[in-house]
Each structure stands twice: as structure tokens, then as C-alpha cells.
């Protein structure tokens, strides 16, 4: 039945979300049942979070941020496993979607449309090299280096036609070192001269 029932061997538990990141979430309720039931005084708030979608668009720590829930915050204890250590710090993420608009045409006459693939295949390499020339010069002493990965890459619909849009999905790990703001400055530099330079139509 693994991995979708939780299964006992011994002392441990089997299973989907037996570490990530149920457990987490249980030991965290469970402490604070304990902690009320203790009746102690503490000097300060303690405030249980649970957030949902944390792997795509993390719409539920987002929500809990535009309510006001973390404003006041000293400290942020997240329960996610890290193979029982203790993890006091975490790059940051920057995901960036990059759009080419061209125009279709038949394979045969390919100069009857603009080859939106292409564009987009050119700018992410000139946005590669750019990247890596950046990350190489730059690195924080706990966090290391930034991290840079194209992970989503679609475009066309079949082999005889010039595809008129294609996508691609950046995902950065980012230090402080070099922050989103100049990535995303150096990204549109490239797409604007590229755009002035060809006939691309990209967009960031």
C-alpha cells in the first residue's frame, strides 16, 4: 500500500506526508495544544500558521502576509524537514516567465511568419550567459551562490508550422548579493535590445 497509506514499522511512520510535511504541521499544533495546556506564561505572542500551496504560487502564505498576520513578527520557525538539522537561513526564489510572440506560417515559406522558438531560444541564451557571468562574481557566505535553472520550455503545435508563441519558466534561487531587482533589470536589457535588434517580440 505504500506510499499511500501510513504504515507503523517499530517506532517510525511510512508514508506520504509522514515527514513532508504533515508531520511538521502536526508536531507544530500538538506543541501548542501542549504549550496552552501547560498553563506557563511566555514574555510574547506565539502564532501557529498554516499556509496551502506551498510548492506552486504559495497563494496561502501570501494571503496570510496581505492580512496582516506577519507584520509584527521578531522570528519565523517553519517546520520543513531538513534531515534533522537546524537551517537558520534560505536563498530566496525567483520564478520569471519569458513569452515570445511571433507569427504562424507553413514550414515551406517561413519568412510568411516569425519563428517565435527561435527568438525565445536566442534570448535565453544571451540571458545564460549573462547569468552566469553575474553568478560567478557574486556569492554569500552562508547562502553560496545563486542558482539559475530553465525549467519550462514550450512552444509550437506541430512540425510543419511556424509556432507564433513560445514560453519559458526561469526559476533563480537568489541571494542577497545580487537581488531580484538588478536580475530582472539585467533580463529586460537583454529583451529590449534583442527586441530593437531583431524582429522578436518578447516579453518578460
Given amino acids: 500500500d505504500l506510499p499511500f497509506k501510513l504504515t507503523k514499522k ?3 511512520l511510512y508514508g506520504r506526508g509522514s515527514t513532508d510535511m504533515k508531520s511538521g504541521l502536526a508536531a507544530m499544533v500538538i506543541a501548542m495544544l501542549e504549550l496552552k495546556a501547560s498553563g506557563k506564561q511566555i514574555n510574547g505572542t506565539i502564532r501557529l500558521l498554516a499556509t496551502a500551496g506551498e510548492e506552486i504560487g504559495q497563494p ?4 496570510l502576509q496581505k492580512q496582516g498576520y506577519i507584520d509584527d513578527i521578531d522570528g519565523l520557525l517553519i517546520g520543513e524537514p531538513s534531515a534533522n538539522r537546524a537551517v537558520f537561513a534560505n536563498d530566496g526564489e525567483l520564478d520569471i516567465s519569458i513569452l515570445s510572440h511571433g507569427k504562424t506560417a507553413h514550414s515551406s515559406t ?5 519563428k517565435a522558438v527561435e527568438h525565445l531560444l536566442d534570448v535565453l541564451e ?3 550567459h549573462r547569468m552566469t557571468e553575474l553568478m560567478e562574481n557574486t556569492s554569500n557566505k552562508v547562502l553560496g551562490k545563486t542558482i539559475f535553472n530553465v525549467d519550462v520550455l514550450n512552444g509550437g503545435t506541430q512540425y510543419n508550422a511556424i509556432p507564433a508563441e513560445a514560453v519559458a519558466g526561469i526559476n533563480i534561487r537568489t541571494i542577497p548579493e545580487l ?3 538588478k536580475i530582472l533589470d539585467e533580463m529586460q536589457g537583454i529583451i529590449d535590445h534583442y527586441n530593437k535588434q531583431t524582429n522578436g517580440d518578447i516579453s518578460l
Avoid at 60 to 63: S, V
Wanted: charge should be neutral.
Fill in 10 to 12: 517499530g517506532d517510525k
Fill in 126 to 128: 544571451q540571458i545564460r
Fill in 179 to 181: 537581488p531580484n531587482q
Fill in 110 to 114: 517561413p519568412a510568411a511568419g516569425n
Fill in 60 to 63: 496561502g502564505a501570501e494571503l
